[in-house]
């Protein structure tokens, strides 16, 4: 017997297309940029940035909100400029489409690199929502010498979705593949595990938790964050090396990607205990990033709070 096709996912509703994640302002923008000169840039930068920032209104204060928990000075004005950013990090995004070559790399750290190559451990890559984290991977992935799976969730609507997919597939190739978390967290967490004992390693995003996934609470430095648990138990459970890797745009077409020194599971039975050391080499290493470049960091979900009160 025959099983039913599935059937196609729902269009996403009118209001949802347009906005920070929707198709339509996307299309917009990469409709511009075939037709911009490069000397125009700044202006359609400035333009859609302010446009999109003010229709995603709620994204934008729950930005300022985190950036507030933080202890960001004036985080209202710093949200502002994460749109600046992310408008800047897509044009960026959409011309290396055209030409990969055009993105100019610089690296910091990339001692802890080459010890965790020599170390023959599997290797689960940390990193945040900052900078152009598709083109990032497809660049490392071509040096790290082992395929590199990173995963991502999916766009909130169907139109999205499809055009983030043929996106990719131009970074994509050998050395790079990615892999969508769609909520089947314990089928997804075998797959990770296959992957990373073929040797090939794994990149999440560790700085925030999206509804539908698991996640856990964690109080640091007076701030309760809410992490996604797929960053911090899948290296305990796989006893792989965790490597913390930041991306921040410091120019026109000009990145720059830190590597910190690696951070190894501790060998106990006792999970909290692995999970504990994790989380607490990864979240000052997160903060502090956040702190020096408050406006390169796009999360547009709050999740961050406490009660520290703003120095502005």
Same mark, same amino acid.
């Given at each position: 017997?025959?099983? *039913? +096709? @599935? =059937?196609?996912? /729902?269009?996403?509703?009118? &209001?949802?297309?347009?906005?920070? $994640?929707?198709?339509?302002?996307?299309?917009?923008?990469?409709?511009?940029?075939?037709?911009?000169?490069?000397?125009?840039?700044?202006?359609?930068?400035?333009?859609?940035?302010?446009?999109?920032?003010?229709?995603?209104?709620?994204?934008?204060?729950?930005?300022?909100?985190?950036?507030?928990?933080?202890?960001?000075?004036?985080?209202?004005?710093?949200?502002?400029?994460?749109?600046?950013?992310?408008?800047?990090?897509?044009?960026?995004?959409?011309?290396?489409?055209?030409?990969?070559?055009?993105?100019?790399?610089?690296?910091?750290?990339?001692?802890?690199?080459?010890?965790?190559?020599?170390?023959?451990?599997?290797?689960?890559?940390?990193?945040?929502?900052?900078?152009?984290?598709? *083109? +990032? @991977? =497809?660049?490392? /992935?071509?040096?790290?010498? &082992?395929?590199?799976?990173?995963? $991502?969730?999916?766009?909130?609507?169907?139109?999205?979705?499809?055009?983030?997919?043929?996106?990719?597939?131009?970074?994509?190739?050998?050395?790079?593949?990615?892999?969508?978390?769609?909520?089947?967290?314990?089928?997804?967490?075998?797959?990770?595990?296959?992957?990373?004992?073929?040797?090939?390693?794994?990149?999440?995003?560790?700085?925030?938790?999206?509804?539908?996934?698991?996640?856990?609470?964690?109080?640091?430095?007076?701030?309760?964050?809410?992490?996604?648990?797929?960053?911090?138990?899948?290296?305990?459970?796989?006893?792989?090396?965790?490597?913390?890797?930041?991306?921040?745009?410091?120019?026109?077409?000009?990145?720059?990607?830190?590597?910190?020194?690696?951070?190894?599971?501790? +060998?106990?039975?006792?999970?909290?205990?692995?999970?504990?050391?994790?989380?607490?080499?990864?979240?000052?290493?997160?903060?502090?990033?956040?702190?020096?470049?408050?406006?390169?960091?796009?999360?547009?979900?709050?999740?961050?709070?406490?009660?520290?009160?703003?120095?502005?």
């Amino acid at each position: 017997m025959e099983s *039913a +096709a @599935a =059937a196609p996912p /729902a269009s996403a509703p009118a &209001a949802s297309r347009w906005g920070l $994640r929707g198709d339509i302002s996307w299309r917009l923008l990469r409709a511009a940029v075939r037709g911009c000169p490069w000397y125009l840039e700044r202006t359609l930068i400035f333009f859609w940035a302010g446009l999109i920032g003010l229709v995603a209104h709620g994204p934008r204060r729950a930005l300022a909100a985190n950036l507030r928990t933080l202890g960001v000075r004036h985080p209202t004005f710093a949200a502002w400029r994460a749109f600046l950013e992310i408008g800047a990090v897509s044009v960026d995004s959409l011309r290396a489409q055209q030409d990969p070559n055009v993105l100019q790399w610089q690296v910091e750290g990339r001692e802890h690199l080459e010890t965790v190559q020599r170390s023959g451990r599997p290797v689960v890559v940390w990193t945040a929502h900052m900078g152009s984290y598709d *083109a +990032a @991977a =497809a660049f490392f /992935a071509h040096r790290i010498g &082992a395929r590199l799976h990173a995963v $991502r969730k999916p766009e909130q609507n169907s139109e999205m979705q499809a055009i983030r997919e043929r996106d990719l597939r131009s970074h994509e190739g050998e050395h790079f593949v990615t892999i969508y978390n769609k909520g089947e967290e314990e089928t997804l967490g075998v797959e990770l595990m296959r992957v990373l004992k073929q040797g090939s390693w794994v990149a999440l995003q560790a700085d925030r938790a999206l509804p539908g996934l698991s996640t856990f609470p964690w109080v640091h430095e007076g701030c309760e964050w809410t992490l996604p648990r797929g960053p911090f138990f899948l290296p305990m459970v796989a006893q792989a090396m965790c490597l913390p890797v930041f991306v921040r745009r410091t120019g026109s077409r000009q990145y720059r990607v830190t590597f910190h020194p690696p951070v190894t599971p501790l +060998a106990t039975r006792d999970r909290n205990a692995a999970v504990q050391g994790l989380v607490e080499a990864w979240l000052p290493l997160l903060k502090q990033t956040i702190l020096a470049h408050p406006e390169q960091w796009f999360v547009f979900e709050h999740f961050v709070k406490g009660s520290i009160p703003n120095p502005s």
